[in-house]
């Protein structure tokens, strides 16, 4: 199948645009009807870096490709709107795989109320995938920002930490073998703690609901954890001006992560707080404000909040250890 031919297909199989597009997928360009602020991410995978073909589904490597860009936006706290899709595909990957991949993609698209409005096909030497994504607030002030907190602010995390790197910790150990599959986008396994920890590595959750909930909680500041607690909430405090006290004992680590660790000689904690790819929320608030945000977050099905520290004067991030002890802050360097 050809380029035009592939572009075809993809279009017969788009669901319906939202409200705001007035010229989707076909033409040289998407034109939208935005009626308010909007904010744009954009993010890349590569195979071999961002995921593996062994071990994930073309239908996973869409969805996490969505989803992973849809988190930033989760971030901000807007309405997700639009997503613009590069593939470079390579000479292995057939047309039922490319079919599947939009598949997975699309399936993520519908349950989040994200148009995909377009963009562009071409040949690469491995499979690569960059996503553009558009979110919606009726004022820019709506948006939060990561530079937002205070001192004196809570500091808050939705969900449990740990889980993605240990999924991935598994996948290595695994590597040749049969893992774990599971069941779609938003449709994790209960065969066990090993394949929910698998998949979320595999297919990583968005948490767009939650991010709204906070920020019209009152939050201050917000960033999501693709990079692991301890790097995210650097750049975070970097771009408050203000520190960081996290209480180790308060993190909420997903069950299994531990036994994960120790099988694995590695510490719970630290991979906890430095694996990434959780694509949880750390948010800071007012402290008066904890109790209406959980609620809040609660209420969206998504995620439950955990007060884990607070904001204090001064720079950068102490992780504090029951003992009194320091854990130096960490995280995944793309670079590096």
């Not at 047309?95 to 071409?122: H, K, S």
């Amino acid at each position: 199948m050809g380029e035009f031919e592939l572009i075809e297909q993809i279009k017969r199989r788009l669901p319906q645009a939202g409200h705001r597009i007035r010229l989707g997928s076909g033409d040289d360009a998407a034109v939208t009807v935005p009626g308010g602020a909007t904010a744009t991410s954009v993010d890349a995978l590569l195979d071999g870096v961002h995921f593996r073909r062994e071990w994930s589904s073309p239908a996973q490597i869409g969805a996490k490709a969505l989803a992973v860009a849809l988190s930033d936006l989760a971030a901000m706290g807007a309405e997700p709107g639009e997503a613009y899709v590069v593939l470079g595909i390579p000479p292995d990957l057939d047309e039922d795989d490319c079919i599947e991949l939009l598949d997975g993609m699309t399936v993520l698209a519908e349950a989040t109320g994200t148009t995909l409005a377009g963009g562009d096909v071409t040949r690469a030497p491995t499979l690569t995938l960059a996503v553009t994504v558009v979110g919606h607030a009726a004022n820019p002030d709506d948006f939060v920002t990561r530079a937002g907190a205070r001192p004196g602010d809570a500091l808050v995390v939705t969900g449990e930490l740990g889980a993605a790197a240990a999924g991935l910790l598994l996948l290595e150990k695994q590597a040749g073998q049969d893992v774990p599959q599971v069941s779609g986008p938003y449709g994790y396994s209960t065969r066990g703690t090993s394949a929910a920890l698998v998949g979320r590595q595999l297919e990583p959750r968005a948490r767009l609901g939650a991010g709204r909930a906070l920020a019209a909680a009152g939050a201050t500041a917000m960033i999501d954890l693709s990079d692991g607690l301890g790097g995210d909430a650097g750049h975070l405090a970097a771009a408050s001006g203000a520190g960081l006290r996290i209480e180790a004992a308060a993190l909420p680590i997903e069950a299994g992560v531990a036994a994960v660790a120790e099988a694995a000689g590695r510490d719970a904690l630290s991979l906890a707080t430095a694996g990434g790819e959780d694509y949880e929320l750390l948010a800071s608030l007012p402290a008066d404000r904890f109790d209406a945000a959980a609620e809040a977050v609660e209420q969206t099905g998504e995620a439950r909040l955990s007060r884990i520290g607070e904001v204090v004067a001064g720079e950068g991030v102490e992780i504090r250890l029951p003992d009194g002890g320091l854990l130096p802050p960490s995280g995944f360097d793309q670079l590096s």
